[in-house]
């Protein structure tokens, strides 16, 4: 009874105040007012008017931050990113009255809060954009690199790449300068993911290192080693070294794993990829129904499956439905869709070579027909593998058919006599270099 009572007259006491000013105190029992609300929007007009409390004492600041806390987490569920940014413009008066190390974490907490809020990348960038020009005025320079290490990773996903570029070049140079190895090792990474982007392996290899460098001087987060041990997968399975990708991914999955990060179906997900292009398929089961695997059971793992499963049975037509079936997980993942579309070409000129092996002429058609695939695209390909020279033939495009020749048998007498004059050279060079002694 007493404490429903307190309740009653705190309330009273609130809507008393309320009255009188716009705001509210700045005290706990407004905290526990917007916390017992009883609506989201409820809760951010309270809390709204608790931060316009004109208090700059201790206590009031402590509240506020809490205040803040709340407002962000609210906005964010609600899905009112606009607001999150004018909140973010609104605090810059209060920005002034606390350490900037909290500045920073109430800053980048917004950022990322605006970030959870789906199809705002365009919004982030012009958010961040907007605070790196107010931290470069009022010269903030510990918060204003992190806010642009940010805006060049929300650059790179919006693919604007050489303005990320421009931006990145600049921010390694100044950060090498004060020798901030966190920071450090997270735009060497940065680095690293948008010269690959560009197609720059060399200099994407070269950023990875110096990433690598500067984290071996420094403790790492494991969320951050985890990212470099992915992109370095990445990076030797754009060399086609499976079994070494294969060992960074799997680092990285531990590092997320551990985290319950959602990184870690990615790193999953290449790793059976890894398996399914050093012809190792069959593996690709036993990994998705280990305790790990079971845990990140999803479409991204059964794409994967339909995969290891068509390359295991060697057929074109179930790897072209796995595509279809799973275009969001395959095709629409840049890293998966490069090396699936070699492993599809690879498996096509198998098939097609067995095929055409115990003809000397068939019908396109035909082929077409056992492969099941368009006439059209077996033509285009058989004509591709001629002109690379995988088996000796021609297209009768007149009569729709293929011709196929025996392999030439290479005459071994041109080599031998070429080795034969090779050795007579250097007899008689020999015997140049003697008689010349013998003269001197």
Known sequence: MVLAFTNVFLQGFLKAGAMSSSHLPATTESIALATEAASPTEAISILYRVLDDPSSSPDALRIKEQAITLLTKHLTEENRGEDLRSLLTQLRPFFSLIPKAKTAKIVRGIIDSVAKIPGTSDLQIALCKEMVLWTRAEKRTFLRQRVEARLAALLMENKEYSEALTLLSGLVKEVRRLDDKLLLVDIDLLESKLHFSLRNLPKAKAALTAARTA??????????????????????????????????????????????????????????????????????????????????????????????????????????????????????????????????????????????????????????????????????????????????????????????????????????????????????????????????
Do not use: W
């Open 215 to 440: 984290a071996n001087a420094i403790y790492v987060p494991p969320a951050q080693q985890g990212a470099i041990d992915l992109q370095s997968g990445i990076l030797h399975a754009e060399e086609k070294d499976y079994k070494t990708a294969y060992s960074y991914f799997f680092e990285a999955f531990e590092s997320f794993n551990a985290l319950d990060d959602p990184k870690a179906v990615f790193s999953l997900k290449y790793m059976l990829l890894c398996k399914i292009m050093v012809n190792q398929a069959d593996d690709v089961g036993g990994i998705i129904s280990s305790k790990a695997g079971l845990q990140y059971l999803g479409p991204d793992l059964d794409a994967m499956k339909a995969v290891a499963d068509a390359h295991s049975k060697r057929s074109l037509r179930l790897f072209e439905i796995a595509l279809r079936d799973y275009k969001p997980q395959l095709e629409e993942d840049p890293i998966v869709h490069r090396h699936l579309q070699s492993l599809y070409d690879t498996l096509l000129e198998q098939n097609l070579c067995r095929l055409i092996e115990p003809f000397s002429r068939v019908e396109i058609a035909h082929i077409a027909e056992l492969i099941e695939l368009p006439i059209d695209h077996v033509e285009r390909k058989l004509s591709q593998m001629i002109l690379d020279k995988k088996f000796a033939g021609t297209l009768d495009q007149g009569a729709g058919c293929l011709v196929i020749f025996d392999d030439p048998k290479t005459d071994a007498i041109y080599p031998a006599t070429l080795e034969t004059i090779s050795n007579i050279g250097k007899v008689v060079d020999s015997l140049y270099v003697r008689s010349a002694k013998i003269m001197a």
